[in-house]
């Protein structure tokens, strides 16, 4: 027999009573930080595998994780679960004009446009439309960032216009280098790295998903150079620059089609 909503709320409660679990019943806010951004990445781990037995769990597990925080913010006298459902709710309606209004949107890009421009009439001045939370990871961010600019048309006409914008701060980068400028250096370096973002958004590239696919075909490929190395009987520490290069390179062209 399938559970209901309403039975995942008696558990949080009974969890947290004193007939509960000891670990349940210290849980604060503050603790439950960590736990909400881990399972908010494992959801989206489980999409990247293709998982969907394992996305069914992850996303449950996120789903506690608020219905959990609704249950502490409801004993500190502050709002529950449905007080959450509601205001949800409403925020949807109130956000698809196009849907439940009389205005009209013809496709996604006019339907976004709907959605912001009423987020907009509801936020308060320092929560306008670049309000992005800072606790993001920093690639995501600069492409949301990128993303609502461009919604209001400030942005680049196309990915050439963008590369230019690349290439200029790449030169302002080396100049900083030139004159030895540790604070220009790291200013210019975050001014590349937020056009290179800008740059795979006009390409339709994702830059966190992108940056970990990077990452990972290193950590991929020097696996293999350690298993090259183990093969001849040394250790990576053993090898010279140069030796460790060529492995890198026998490994790039043995993983080149993989």
């Known amino acids: 027999m399938k559970k209901s909503f309403e039975d995942l709320v008696n558990l949080s409660i009974h969890l947290r009573s004193p007939e509960g679990c000891p670990w349940d019943r210290e849980q604060t806010l503050d603790t439950l930080k960590s736990y909400i951004i881990e399972e908010a990445y494992e959801v989206i781990q489980a999409i990247e595998s293709g998982d969907r037995d394992e996305l069914a769990e992850e996303l449950g597990d996120l789903l506690f994780e608020v219905l959990f925080a609704s249950r502490i913010a409801e004993e500190d006298g502050g709002f529950g679960i449905y007080d959450v459902i509601d205001r949800l709710h409403n925020k949807l309606v109130r956000r698809h004009p196009h849907v439940f209004g009389e205005e009209k949107a013809s496709n996604a890009e006019e339907a976004v446009k709907r959605w912001h421009s009423q987020k907009l009439k509801e936020k308060s001045r320092k929560r306008r439309l670049l309000y992005i939370p800072r606790t993001m990871p920093s690639l995501l961010r600069a492409q949301r960032v990128g ?56 390409l339709k590239i994702d830059a966190e998903g992108a940056a970990h696919k990077a990452i990972d075909g290193f950590i991929e490929r020097f696996g293999r150079i350690e298993d090259k190395a183990e093969s001849r009987g040394k250790e990576l520490s053993e090898l010279s620059l140069a030796e460790m290069d060529e492995l890198w390179e026998e490994v790039k062209r043995d993983t080149h089609n993989v």
């Open 147 to 202: 993303e609502k600019a461009s919604q209001v048309g400030f942005d680049w006409s196309g990915a050439d216009e963008v590369i230019a914008k690349v290439r200029e701060e790449l030169s302002e980068l080396e100049e900083e280098m030139k004159n030895a400028d540790a604070a220009g250096i790291e200013k210019e370096w975050g001014d590349l790295v937020f056009s290179l973002v800008n740059l795979g958004r006009h």
